[in-house]
């Protein structure tokens, strides 16, 4: 709202050329978003006090974890806050790109919300069954892949780094490809919500990863010097992602141990969903798996403890996912909490470092 109420006063007032840079709105977005959890964030707490929203914890878990029976959750809606009010405000809201990563971070939001308020406002313990929350996710992932698809001009090649000229045209595959990514990244996010901070930090260091990227793979001479994918319009999403990385420290501010509330399935399902599409956007999937890398090692400790119990009958680690297990080991969780921390850090920078290998 801002870019389109300013910008066009650029003619007449030179000091609102400022509006044109993509480095100026992001930081700002960045900013506004700090500030729209500082401001909502006592009030939302309270709010989710009031509606008994408390967080639920399982028995069978660690048992330091029991103290935290009762602290409030659904505190996503904060974090929904803290992105679409400033990404409204400061980006330029003809951008298409913006729109659709919206939709599914709106999306894939609501479908948390659902689940998390019959559970905790409601006491219906199962919430939205595992089969509904698939279904509604790879709905709205699909109608994503579908219109992206269909969308004249869009890159449907699949790109690697280390390799200048393999980027295979995914044609048709594009579609299942696309939903993949989006729903994967959304339920990894969601199985490493486990720990107080433990989600939301790697969430806001990828997302300041993919706004380098989201700018490289819009501008011109910067995409054709590296040697990435162009994507014209993908550097407005930029803008979002530093609404990303603003409404991440803003919830880790009440989210750090000891948490004052919990993210819910609103926060965590909206976040993953939201880097997914971005990460198909920028058309950086693959390097997902590496700057998503603690992500990525938490969603397969959950597959490869379950499949062992089923075919084996014995487990790989505790307990899963993989954080539980460390826990159980004797690790305090701050300490796991800082050293996924580090490593995500270190997963980002070797990202990164590939725009310099193709």
């Avoid at 930081?27 to 707490?45: R, S």
């Avoid at 595992?130 to 892949?145: D, H, I, S």
């Avoid at 959304?186 to 969430?203: E, F, K, Q, W, Y």
């Avoid at 004052?260 to 993953?272: I, K």
Wanted: charged fraction near 15%; proline fraction near 4%.
């Amino acid at each position: 709202m801002l870019y389109h109420l300013f910008y066009p006063l650029a003619s007449s007032i030179k000091l609102f050329n400022i509006f044109r840079y993509l480095t100026f709105r992001t930081i700002y977005a960045m900013i506004t978003a700090l500030l729209v959890c500082f401001v909502l964030g006592p009030w939302i707490i309270r709010k989710l006090e009031s509606l008994q929203a408390r967080q639920v914890i399982r028995t069978d878990g660690p048992e330091s974890h029991l103290q935290k029976q009762g602290t409030p959750t659904m505190g996503g809606v904060m974090i929904l806050a803290a992105i679409i009010i400033p990404t409204l405000l400061w980006a330029d809201l003809s951008n298409q790109y913006v729109w659709i990563t919206l939709f599914i971070t709106v999306g894939y939001g609501v479908i948390g919300f659902v689940d998390d308020y019959k559970k905790v406002v409601e006491k219906n313990p199962k919430g939205l069954s595992a089969r509904q929350k698939m279904f509604w996710q790879v709905l709205l992932a699909t109608a994503v892949a579908v219109f992206l698809f269909l969308k004249p001009g869009f890159n449907e090649e699949l790109y690697f780094p280390f390799f200048k000229r393999f980027h295979p045209d995914l044609w048709i595959f594009f579609v299942p490809f696309v939903t993949l990514v989006i729903v994967g990244a959304s339920n990894a996010v969601n199985l490493t919500d486990g720990l107080d901070g433990l989600a939301i930090g790697p969430v806001a260091i990828n997302a300041a990863t993919y706004m380098l990227f989201s700018y490289i793979a819009g501008h011109a001479t910067l995409s054709a010097y590296l040697q990435v994918p162009r994507v014209p319009g993908a550097g407005e999403l930029a803008v979002l992602c530093g609404a990303m990385v603003g409404a991440g420290l803003g919830f880790l501010w009440y989210n750090s141990y000891p948490a004052e509330v919990f993210m819910g399935d609103v926060g965590s399902l909206s976040l993953g969903g939201t880097l997914g599409i971005i990460a198909v956007l920028t058309k950086q999937e693959i390097l997902l798996v590496i700057v998503g890398g603690v992500f990525v090692i938490e969603a397969l400790s959950v597959i490869f403890q379950v499949g062992s119990y089923k075919y084996r009958g014995k487990r790989i680690f505790r307990m899963a996912p993989i954080h539980h297990h460390f826990e159980l080991k004797g690790v305090a969780e701050p300490k796991i909490i800082v050293r996924f921390w580090i490593l995500t850090i270190i997963l980002a920078l070797v990202a990164i470092s590939t725009l310099k290998m193709r």
